[in-house]
């Protein structure tokens, strides 16, 4: 998932979660943050919960290390773990999604109750 955020100090920023699995749910996940210099920096999720209770989702794990990455934490070349204790990001996200062209026309099937009829057969009982 790519996103863009923008604030008074640091100005437009990219960000892009990196979540390994089948639709995204296998940990560990990494945020990538790249500011308008051109730096990287890199956030790390590992699950530290044990038992049964729910996990943080994408989106608020992208808010939490934006969070993190506008006090100062990350650099170039260091990974750092997220802090699910620090307060997440206030600001707008906006999700950048891939070009992708228009999905195909739906397919018209004849229905089961009223299906369709040959010309031919049409003409043969009449001629009968």
Not at 68 to 74: K, N, S, T
Request: charged share 20%; net charge positive; proline share 10%.
């Amino acid at each position: 998932m790519n996103f863009s955020f923008s604030t008074p100090h640091k100005g437009a920023c990219l960000v892009k979660l990196w979540a390994s699995g089948r639709y995204g749910f296998s940990l560990p996940k990494k945020v990538e943050i790249t500011g308008p210099d051109g730096v990287t920096a890199t956030f790390l999720h590992h699950s530290r919960k044990v038992g049964s209770g729910s996990e943080l989702t994408n989106r608020t794990l992208v808010r939490l290390a934006i969070a993190q990455y506008l006090a100062g934490a990350g650099g170039q070349g260091k990974e750092v773990e997220i802090d699910d204790a620090v307060a997440p990001f206030a600001g707008t996200l906006t999700q950048i999604r891939p070009f992708a062209p228009p999905p195909p026309p739906p397919r018209v099937r004849p229905s089961r109750i009223m299906p369709r009829s040959s010309a031919g057969a049409g003409r043969a009982e009449e001629a009968a």
